[in-house]
């Protein structure tokens, strides 16, 4: 059965740093917009970051320059770069795989439809 799965999350204090991965064990990896999003305790899920099949990234502009999204299509594993984690980025993060025709961008979340079961990234001040 394919399926994504996230791993990488724990808890970090302010300003630290995290990489989160995402397998994917499903077929055409490499074919895929892949992206990041994440859900708040109390708040709606958001987009992070997207990366298309050529390499070509999106972030949600609060985001730039702290997060950096990439891939390893040998691998078939997707990444997540966290710097600089402030405790609002306190979130279970998860990965999924575009399945509806749309620009690869994180603020496209209703073109995404197969989701990781996520990891926890919790950011003490």
């Known amino acids: 059965q394919e399926r994504l799965v996230e791993s990488g999350g724990g808890s970090v204090q302010a300003g630290g740093s995290l990489r989160l991965s995402c397998e994917d064990s499903g077929y055409a990896f490499s074919s895929y917009c892949l992206g990041w999003f994440r859900q708040a305790p109390g708040k709606e899920r958001e987009g992070v970051a997207a990366?298309?099949?050529?390499?070509?990234?999106n972030y949600a502009d609060s985001l730039k320059g702290r997060f950096t999204i990439s891939r390893d299509n040998a691998k078939k594993t997707l990444y997540l770069e966290m710097n600089s984690l402030k405790p609002e980025d306190t979130a279970i993060y998860y990965c999924a795989r575009q399945q509806k025709p749309a620009t690869c961008h994180p603020g496209f979340q209703w073109s995404f439809g197969y989701w990781g079961q996520g990891t926890q990234v919790t950011v003490s001040s």
């Open positions: 990366i298309d099949h050529d390499g070509t990234t």
